[in-house]
T-cell receptor
Framework: NAGVTQTPKFQVLKTGQSMTLQCAQD?????MSWYRQDPGMGLRLIHY???????DQGEVPNGYNVSRSTTEDFPLRLLSAAPSQTSVYFC??????????????FGPGTRLLVL | AQSVTQLGSHVSVSEGALVLLRCNYS??????LFWYVQYPNQGLQLLLK??????LVKGINGFEAEFKKSETSFHLTKPSAHMSDAAEYFC????????????FGKGTKLSVKP
């Protein structure tokens, strides 16, 4: 298994540009989520999905859109990039079933710089 | 509302010394608690988790944490630090129905001096 993969690894955008951060997992996990990590802030949940066709907002959803058309993929879209969205973005997927047995797997991250 | 506070953004210890990273939580329901480690330019790796079974939880790389309800704490310890333990450590609490919704602390960067 490749686990959780993210592309690109690094991206530079100009203010106002749009882009999609890709996330894919090959573990057949129903639950996927997006976090952003900023210095001194820890990780904050942007959006999550409990299965194909179902998404919901996390702590910091403004400026981001998501969709979940397949179990494997969970792309994150920035419609009009702003410098405040400069961050490292992590995608994660979680095994389902018994909560005591759940394990969350993180991707390697995408570093985004908005000028 | 649930929250996590990590005391100390930077902790420095000598190799072989005790590692103690502090985490306090606030939760209106019985929490699930986690410690993650992040090495430079990498993603997060789960060290250990508390899911209401045993209050003393053992994780990977010799780390353990004790859930203390009376103190609302979940501090991470390791008896003897190794140089390879230098990394950033995050405490997190889950809300909702899954570990997938995590609230993270701001992180503690651990330095290990030779």
């Amino acid at each position: 298994n490749a686990g959780v993969t993210q592309t690109p690894k690094f991206q530079v955008l100009k203010t106002g540009q749009s882009m999609t951060l890709q996330c894919a997992q090959d573990m057949n996990h129903e639950y996927m989520s997006w976090y952003r990590q900023d210095p001194g802030m820890g990780l904050r949940l942007i959006h999550y999905s409990v299965g194909a066709g179902i998404t919901d907002q996390g702590e910091v959803p403004n400026g981001y859109n998501v969709s979940r058309s397949t179990t494997e993929d969970f792309p994150l879209r920035l419609l009009s990039a702003a410098p405040s969205q400069t961050s490292v973005y992590f995608c994660a997927s979680t095994t389902g079933g018994d909560r005591t047995q759940e394990t969350q797997y993180f991707g390697p991250g995408t570093r985004l710089l908005v000028l | 509302a649930q929250s996590v506070t990590q005391l100390g953004s930077h902790v420095s210890v000598s190799e072989g010394a005790l590692v103690l990273l502090r985490c306090n939580y606030s939760s209106s329901v019985p929490p699930y608690l986690f410690w993650y480690v992040q090495y430079p330019n990498q993603g997060l790796q789960l060290l250990l988790k508390y899911t209401s079974a045993a209050t003393l939880v053992k994780g990977i790389n010799g780390f353990e944490a004790e859930f203390k309800k009376s103190e609302t704490s979940f501090h991470l310890t390791k008896p003897s630090a190794h140089m390879s333990d230098a990394a950033e450590y995050f405490c997190a609490v889950s809300y909702g129905g899954s570990q997938g919704n995590l609230i993270f602390g701001k992180g503690t960067k651990l330095s290990v001096k030779p």
